[in-house]
């Protein structure tokens, strides 16, 4: 069976934490500026080593560019990020377009393949060790997902990968925008219910799927999350406030695919994972806890706190917003307390001296231990689950209210499955109308 097939998998890297952020990658030992061609390369299904002889790197070069169409070598930024122009190389294969997107990893380049004759996405990792090193990792997950998900549906397909002016390069499938910048360029206007039921399938079956192989995605958030396709429709929306014509009509996905990306802070499960992962707004209260309470019940963090970023992730898809706002410990807990309820005393009762910031008297220290009356605002500002759902759900709003109690639980041993969220009536209903 392939649940039988899937316990078997490697646990490679098993003891390497994962790096934050991680993203873009070309990879290589530092050069003189004199070896402007070299690179070293590996396709994912075909591996193709890349060598030049000291006699091929001399001969390449006639003033100050390379015969195979290398650009002349210009130095990283001070950040180490790669400098180049549209129409510029990288290596003789692939032609850079333009920029798609940038972080703290590097930068997404648009490019055409001569080979495949496709435009494709590069990441272009930053020329520092620990971003190379992330990209590495990101490379091994990729490529481990790639042999397992046969049909390519669920995670993004890593096409190649390769070292450039020691920056590592990945290359993968082009595709559409984020659900948080279609979410952006939409004035943060909410999904329609059906298609927050569709994607919602979707992320939780690749995140099961994951799970599965023993592996836990860390950093699960609308950015990490991209669509198929850039194609939309325009629809009436009724509900805006706003006098603008315009206003009047919001953008839908003509298709609810939708691929996960972003692997570089992926781990595999093993105990006492005590460090913090995950972007604030997406973080499992244990994720938070994790660093001054005995472990999360004496366990750290698992594959429950990509369970907790699905819930997150839903709820803004239905509002248009984000759920927790916050980029403070405490307020961060005092807006799950306002939203979801009182921390359990079990979890509270655990945490350690240094905790005291946080917790007075086996309750969170809030509001006397708030930074300022804008943070109490803030907080106070927040309905319950159950009314902010409601507020934007006209149909299949108990449904959904249910699931997200199930996936935003403070206990993690408590928290649904992701495999169990698919069979949630939320997801039923559909099938049960089509």
């Given at each position: 069976?392939?649940?039988?097939?899937?316990?078997?998998?490697?646990?490679?890297?098993?003891?390497?934490?994962?790096?934050?952020?991680?993203?873009?990658?070309?990879?290589?030992?530092?050069?003189?500026?004199?070896?402007?061609?070299?690179?070293c390369g590996q396709e994912v299904?075909?591996?193709?080593?890349?060598?030049?002889?000291?006699?091929?790197?001399?001969?390449?070069?006639?003033?100050?560019?390379?015969?195979?169409?290398?650009p002349p070598w210009r130095d990283d930024d001070k950040d180490g990020h790669y400098m180049f122009e549209l129409g510029d190389n990288?290596?003789?294969?692939?032609?850079?377009?333009?920029?798609?997107?940038?972080?703290?990893?590097?930068?997404?380049?648009?490019?055409?393949?001569?080979?495949?004759?496709e435009m494709v996405a590069i990441k272009v990792v930053r020329a520092i060790?620990?971003?190379?090193?992330?990209?590495?990792?990101?490379?091994?997950?990729?490529?481990?997902?790639?042999?397992?998900?046969?049909?390519?549906?669920?995670?993004?397909?890593?096409?190649?990968?390769?070292?450039?002016?020691?920056?590592?390069?990945?290359?993968?499938?082009?595709l559409g925008p984020s659900l948080y910048d279609f979410l952006r360029k939409n004035n943060y206007r909410s999904f329609p219910i059906d298609l927050v039921r569709e994607i919602g399938r979707q992320l939780l079956e690749c995140v099961a799927f994951m799970h599965d192989l023993h592996m836990i995605h860390t950093d699960l958030k609308p950015e990490n999350i991209?669509?198929?396709?850039?194609?939309?429709?325009?629809?009436?929306?009724?509900?805006?406030?706003s006098r603008a014509?315009?206003?009047?009509?919001?953008?839908?996905?003509?298709?609810?695919?939708?691929?996960?990306?972003?692997?570089?802070?992926?781990?595999?499960?093993?105990?006492?994972?005590?460090?913090?992962?995950?972007?604030?707004?997406?973080?499992?209260?244990?994720?938070?806890?994790?660093?001054?309470?005995?472990g999360f019940l004496g366990l750290g963090w698992s594959y429950p706190c990509d369970v907790w970023s699905v819930g997150c992730i839903l709820?803004?898809?239905?509002?248009?917003?984000?759920?927790?706002?916050?980029?403070?410990?405490?307020e961060h807990l005092a807006m799950m307390e306002r939203v979801l309820g009182l921390l359990p005393q079990q979890l509270l009762k655990r945490v350690d001296r240094h905790a005291e910031k946080y917790v007075r008297r086996g309750r969170l220290d809030w509001p006397e231990g708030a930074n300022s009356r804008e943070s109490i605002k803030a907080v106070m500002k927040l309905p319950r689950l159950q009314n902010l759902i409601m507020q934007h759900v006209d149909h299949s709003a108990?449904?959904?209210?249910?699931?997200?109690?199930?996936?935003?639980?403070?206990?993690?041993?408590?928290?649904?499955?992701?495999?169990?969220?698919l069979r949630h009536p939320f997801f039923m209903r559909d099938h049960l109308r089509r």
């Open positions: 069976m392939e649940m039988e097939r899937m316990a078997e998998f490697s646990r490679n890297y098993m003891d390497r934490p994962p790096r934050k952020r991680a993203r873009l990658g070309w990879d290589i030992p530092e050069t003189p500026k004199a070896q402007v061609g070299l690179f299904e075909n591996i193709s080593s890349y060598a030049p002889s000291e006699h091929n790197i001399t001969s390449s070069l006639f003033k100050g560019v390379a015969r195979n169409g290398s990288l290596t003789s294969r692939y032609r850079v377009h333009g920029k798609m997107g940038e972080g703290t990893f590097g930068q997404v380049l648009e490019c055409w393949d001569r080979e495949r004759k060790k620990k971003y190379r090193e992330a990209a590495m990792i990101e490379i091994e997950m990729l490529q481990q997902l790639g042999k397992h998900d046969k049909g390519g549906n669920r995670c993004v397909q890593i096409r190649n990968w390769f070292d450039y002016r020691n920056h590592i390069c990945i290359v993968f499938e082009k991209l669509l198929v396709s850039s194609e939309y429709l325009k629809i009436p929306d009724y509900k805006s406030s014509p315009c206003s009047f009509y919001k953008r839908v996905p003509k298709s609810s695919a939708i691929k996960v990306i972003d692997f570089g802070s992926t781990t595999y499960e093993r105990e006492n994972q005590n460090y913090i992962v995950s972007t604030r707004h997406y973080r499992a209260p244990e994720v938070i806890l994790v660093d001054f309470c005995n709820v803004e898809l239905c509002t248009g917003e984000a759920l927790f706002q916050t980029h403070e410990n405490l108990g449904d959904l209210i249910h699931l997200l109690q199930g996936l935003l639980r403070y206990d993690p041993f408590e928290r649904v499955t992701a495999r169990d969220a």
